[in-house]
């Protein structure tokens, strides 16, 4: 039994899937509960060293719900969507995605960076892919979700 997890930043929220497999099989574990697998930012949270903070912080609750994860995928932008825009979104995402990867290297859990086509799917199919694999939540079922699913089911089967 292998637990891992999958994470999709965007500027609002953090979409994590945790997943066990056990014989190939994904078992979606936090699927039912949305404080869980949407890490939405305390409204209050507005400087962006403090919603880092806050993100490493709900890291580590996760962790602790879900122990022994031993791999995260991260579902990063694609490159050259839009290559001329650079903005303060793009910009938080990647850092969320960073502390992300600090996470993993601090409690010896591997982590890979992952795109669509290393995923085997694309933006327009990302959620039926990821459903057919893992199931789906029960709430709040959408592309950030789907692709935080199919980065953990990713590393699942490596």
């Given at each position: 039994m292998?637990?891992v997890?999958?994470?999709c ?6 979409r994590?899937?945790?997943l ?6 994904a078992t ?11 890490l939405q930012?305390?409204?209050d ?20 719900k ?9 579902k ?5 969507v839009?290559?001329a ?5 793009k910009r938080?995402?990647?850092?969320l ?13 591997a982590?890979s960076?992952?795109?669509?086509n ?5 933006s ?6 990821a459903?057919?694999r893992?199931?789906?939540t ?9 692709s935080a699913?199919a980065?953990g089911?990713q590393?699942?089967?490596s």
């Open positions: 292998d637990r997890m999958g994470v930043a965007t500027p609002k929220a953090v994590v899937a945790v066990n497999f056990n014989n190939g099989q979606f574990e936090n699927a039912n509960n949305a404080h869980l697998h949407r930012f305390p409204k949270t507005t400087a962006r060293q403090d919603m880092l903070n806050w993100y490493y912080k709900e890291l580590d609750t996760i962790a602790s879900f122990p022994g994860i031993v791999s995260v995928g991260i990063i932008p694609e490159f050259g839009r290559p825009m650079d903005d303060d979104s938080c995402r990647n850092h995605d960073g502390v992300t990867m600090l996470w993993a290297a601090q409690h010896s859990v982590s960076t992952l795109l669509f290393q995923l085997g799917c694309n327009k199919s990302v959620e039926e892919w459903e057919q893992t199931g789906k029960t709430t709040l079922w959408d592309l950030a979700m789907a699913a980065a089911w590393v699942g089967q």
